[in-house]
Each structure stands twice: as C-alpha cells, then as structure tokens.
C-alpha cells in the first residue's frame, strides 16, 4: 500500500498552541497517536471559535468529521508546546476539508501534519448539509 502524502496549504488561517501533558504520551515516552487526533480535535473546536462558531453550531448547522489522515514527521515529549495551525479548503457542496500542520512551538521542528474532512449537518433533519455560504466566504482563496 501506497504511504500517505499530505500537501499543506500555503498559509493557514489559524493557529494555537497546546502543552502536552503526560495523558498525551504513551508508554515508547512520546505523544501517542490517538492522542494525536485529540489534540487536532481540540484544535479544530478553536478554530471554529476564533470564527464565533461551535461544532454544534455553524451558522445552524453542526459538522461531522468524515475522514482524518495523519502523517507523523518527528517524535514529540511531554513539556513540550505544540502549534496546531489549520485552514479550510478544497470546498464540496457539502463539506471541506481541514488541513493542519503541528509543530514544536519552540523549535520549529514539524511533528505532523493531516486532515479532517467536514461535512455539514442539520442535526434537526437528521441528514448533511450545503456548506453555509458565510462559512465558505471566510475562504476565498481555499
């Protein structure tokens, strides 16, 4: 099987930084995968709130993640401050995706990089959504 290749954006529209704590690492005494997703979960409800936005909440409607694909580039440690910085882009009429980069706050040095692909949902009709227009405007570019 073919290794997974993810191309980052030129720029991101976001980012923030995130201590790791000794819950994110396992036991080879670095951050664990799972974990991992975790911590771009937590990215992700960020950067939704740095827009005025909650996952339960753009502009009505909520979003699912579809999809996630990581790539690891280096180990991380305990102690140490990741920056998560994330962008929307390759828009669908229903979703888009997330791209992310994480990096050692200090160094520099990149750690991983993914995406998560969104898909709008109407959480009250029980089924997925046109991407809101006001959402897809903040991306002109993407």
Not at 41 to 61: P, Q, T
Not at 67 to 75: G, M, N, W
Not at 93 to 104: E, R, S, V
Request: charge should be neutral.
């Amino acid at each position: 099987m073919a290794r997974i290749r993810i191309e980052l954006p030129a720029s991101f529209a976001f980012a923030t930084d995130i201590a790791l704590l000794v819950s994110h690492i396992n036991y080879g005494n670095h951050l664990d995968n799972a974990q991992l997703l975790s911590l771009v979960s937590e990215a992700r409800v960020r950067f939704l709130k740095s827009m005025g936005y909650g996952e339960l909440d753009v502009e009505g409607l909520g979003i699912i993640v579809a999809d996630a694909a990581l790539q690891y580039r280096s180990e991380a440690f305990h102690g140490e401050t990741m920056r998560v910085a994330m962008a929307a882009g390759d828009f669908h009429a229903h979703g888009c995706d997330l791209p992310w980069q994480m990096t050692d706050a200090a160094s520099g040095r990149e750690v991983a990089r993914g995406k998560t692909g969104i898909v709008f949902f109407d959480y009250r009709e029980r089924r997925k959504a046109p991407v809101p227009d006001g959402f897809r405007r903040r991306f002109p570019a993407a």
